[in-house]
């Protein structure tokens, strides 16, 4: 019987979960079928039980439904409670199991392109609903401190403060402050991450400074439309190593498929080629 996934959210036509999916559903033979579903707000339970019914293996989600998840989920994983976002619902006979792949993404992402931090110090710009999980994929990957810089030093403060209360964050120290004073703390830094939606297409550019940054620091931006973010070129021109939103994208997938598809899926050059080209499509 051909397994069935999906992605859920609205709107969805832009997801490249199917890409991702689709593409490694042939790479490896699977019977397997991954569809993205919109779902009207109001009927996200009613529809993620019928998905069930109909013998769906589970889905992803992606906004605005990451929060209904987490409350509809019988139980969440430690990722998925310290940022209150469930991405992967896997249904099992015991119940609808929830978890957060976003943390495990760009940790992976990062770890393959620059190895673990080893108590370096990470400058982290944004304090939304992306930064909670870059967090915590600073504190798998080992970092020594993180700064949490905001517009608003109190909205850090608050995701500090609720990271913090779910006890997921170990090792290392977790510092807000205010986004204008990036040079303040970009001169040590091993790694700048932007996780604020500045940058994204049609958004302005972030207004930092990278004459500050420490040299020898990479950047990465959780964006992936463009691939090469304001950021990124300007990173990429003063000689930093730089790390890009898909490879966030393709590695915060490989839970889901193995939950979905039995198997555990590499993340290759293909792949990564097979997303550039829909993006410059769509571009
Ligand atoms: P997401 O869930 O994608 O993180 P969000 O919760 O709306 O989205 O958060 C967006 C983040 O981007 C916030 O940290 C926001 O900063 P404020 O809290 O100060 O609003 C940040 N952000 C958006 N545009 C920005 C810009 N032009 N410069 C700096 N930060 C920006």
């Known amino acids: 019987m ?16 199917p890409v991702l999916h689709g ?7 699977i019977d397997g079928s991954y569809e993205k579903i919109a779902i009207e707000p109001g009927t996200f339970a009613q529809r993620i039980n019928d998905l ?8 992803n989600v992606t906004v605005p439904y990451k929060e209904e998840a987490f409350a509809l989920a019988d139980y969440n994983d430690d990722a998925a409670r310290a940022t209150g976002a469930t991405n992967l619902l896997i249904f099992r006979e015991r119940g609808v199991e929830g978890r957060n792949t976003d943390a495990f993404g760009l940790a992976a992402s990062l770890r393959e392109n ?29 970092a020594g401190i993180v700064y949490v810089l905001n517009r608003s030093s109190e909205r850090a403060e608050r995701l500090i403060q609720s990271l913090m209360d779910s006890k997921a964050i170990f ?27 500045a940058g994204m297409k049609g958004n302005p550019p972030l207004d930092i400074d990278l004459l500050a940054l420490n040299p020898q620091a990479a950047v990465c931006d959780i964006v992936y439309n463009p691939l090469m973010t304001p950021l990124l070129k300007d990173a990429e021109a003063r000689g ?6 898909l490879g966030m994208l393709m590695h915060q997938a490989v839970p889901s498929f193995e939950a979905f598809f039995g198997v555990r899926p590499a993340v290759t050059p293909g792949l990564r080629a097979a997303l550039e080209k829909v993006l410059r499509e769509r571009a």
């Open 114 to 142: 620059i190895g673990t931090l080893e108590d370096g110090k990470v400058v982290l710009l944004g304090a939304g609903g992306a930064a909670r999980g870059a967090v915590l994929a600073m504190s798998m990957l080992g």
């Open 23 to 29: 593409h490694w559903l042939k790479e490896y033979g």
């Open 240 to 245: 930093h190593r730089t790390i890009d939103g």
């Open 52 to 59: 069930r019914e109909a013998g769906y293996r589970g889905v």
């Open 171 to 197: 090792g290392a120290g977790v510092i807000s402050a205010r986004l204008d004073g990036f040079s303040h703390f970009a001169a040590e830094a091993a790694l700048l991450v932007n996780t604020t939606s």
């Open 2 to 17: 051909t397994a069935k996934a999906a992605v859920v959210g609205w709107p969805i036509q832009h997801s490249l979960s």
